[in-house]
């Protein structure tokens, strides 16, 4: 897997995957909509922790600045 997410928006992913998580047991993680945010918390948490966002590939997206080259 080629790193798609920038340190930023990795950082704001942890702290939506936050927010969920608390957000889905404070509304009852045993209704719907705490089941979805646990879910949405749980996926905002992998892709920040790895780097890569699936949906990024498939829109040819990338926030990862590129590297600079040593060749000018």
Sequence with gaps: MVRNESTAD???RLVVAVVAV???FTVGAGS????VLLVVGAVMLVTAAVGFCPL?????????PMP?????
């Design 10 to 12: 990795r950082i704001i």
């Design 56 to 64: 990024y590939r498939v829109f040819g997206l990338s926030t990862c």
């Design 22 to 24: 608390v957000v889905a």
């Design 68 to 72: 600079k080259s040593s060749v000018h």
């Design 32 to 35: 719907a909509l705490g089941i």
